[in-house]
């Protein structure tokens, strides 16, 4: 196992502070440079290209150690796709999340075919290592081929509005491919997608259903695992 200094061998900065930097670009709607002068108020001074490249780098290893320890999801599935144009192509982004709100995945393909669905499908069941107990779509005749042939016992829900839960949850991408100024590769997206979406989930903490002191309680420990992700 990979120990704290060995995985920032050769990064001049502490490693307190490039957690903090890839926390602070995926955490809000923030560009790298924005970044950069946030920590430049603090007195540390490093380029935006530098924080780019610890983004690249070790965003996806946090991520990656974060989905290990994950809880576990719910068992009712809402699934959507949206329109993203990568390069002047045209992609689809699926997106999964469960009934508490949580990304369950994210997924960039070029088709919203049968097959994207299936790919999108078979990713969902790994990540949440269960089937769900309920899908909650749009009528997509993609969806019906994915539902078929891999999750036909879970039961299907194609009716108006049902699906707004994951729609809403498109709105948080949409911004910061504004702010992004679009995607520039479709793996550069998906690396960032799958990144952003894990660090929302960990600090999804509803805040405006618990007490005040529930919520940080609940923050302080998003903090820690946060902080255990990078530290591995």
Request: proline letters at 3%.
């Amino acid at each position: 196992m990979k120990t704290l200094h060995s995985m920032y061998k050769r990064h001049r900065f502490p490693p307190e502070i490039i957690p903090h930097a890839v926390w602070l670009y995926h955490r809000f709607n923030l560009s790298t440079r924005d970044v950069e002068d946030l920590l430049a108020e603090r007195g540390i001074s490093v380029s935006y290209e530098t924080i780019r490249n610890w983004c690249q780098k070790f965003g996806p290893k946090y991520a990656k150690r974060l989905r290990r320890r994950h809880a576990g999801f719910g068992d009712t599935f809402f699934v959507d796709e949206v329109f993203v144009k990568i390069g002047g192509t045209q992609h689809y982004l699926w997106r999964a999340v469960d009934q508490d709100g949580e990304v369950v995945d994210v997924y960039l393909s070029e088709k919203r075919d049968g097959a994207a669905a299936k790919r999108f499908f078979r990713r969902i069941l790994k990540t949440a290592k269960a089937e769900p107990r309920c899908i909650i779509s749009d009528k997509l005749a993609s969806y019906n081929v994915a539902h078929r042939d891999l999750i036909p016992d879970a039961r299907r829900n194609t009716s108006r509005y049902a699906n707004n839960r994951v729609e809403r949850s498109h709105q948080e991408t949409r911004s910061r491919e504004r702010a992004m100024r679009r995607f520039k590769t479709p793996d550069m997206a998906q690396r960032f997608l799958t990144v952003h979406a894990t660090t929302q989930n960990l600090f999804n903490l509803g805040r405006h259903h618990v007490s005040a002191d529930h919520y940080r309680d609940l923050r302080h420990t998003a903090f820690a695992s946060w902080k255990r992700a990078a530290a591995v």
